[in-house]
């Protein structure tokens, strides 16, 4: 029903810049919101940023400050601006979707392959 696919990871240097991007195969704005995972060896997975429909924004306490989640309408696509980047980032980065708006918070029903990002120190 919703397919997302991520591109733009990759290796970056401590302090560096990356951008990630997911298509998705449907109107944006018909999703109700849509959310960047991080999944690192022998870690939990981590939800690092939240947009809605609307164009409200949530970020990890982890991310926030440098990381901004944004989105394109025309192109249905997320992204996900990396800056300041540490090796703690290091992981791979998934793309959810929500379809429908839920009380308790961010719930997805879509996810994308992931994209991995490195981040040398």
């Known amino acids: 029903q919703v397919q997302l696919v991520e591109s733009g990871g990759g290796l970056v240097q401590a302090g560096g810049s990356l951008r990630l991007s997911c298509a998705a195969s449907?109107?944006?704005?018909?999703?109700?919101?849509m959310g960047w995972y991080r999944q690192a060896p022998g870690k939990q997975r981590e939800l690092v940023a939240v947009i809605t429909s609307t164009g409200n924004t949530n970020y990890a306490d982890s991310v926030k400050g440098r990381f901004t989640i944004s989105r394109d309408n025309a192109k249905n696509t997320v992204y996900l601006q990396m800056n300041t980047m540490k090796p703690e980032d290091t992981a791979v980065y998934l793309c959810?979707?929500?379809?429908?708006?839920?009380?308790?918070?961010?719930?997805?029903?879509?996810w994308g392959q992931g994209t991995q990002v490195t981040v040398s120190s």
């Open positions: 449907t109107n944006i704005l018909s999703i109700n919101a």
């Open positions: 959810s979707a929500q379809g429908v708006y839920r009380s308790w918070g961010f719930t997805p029903d879509y």
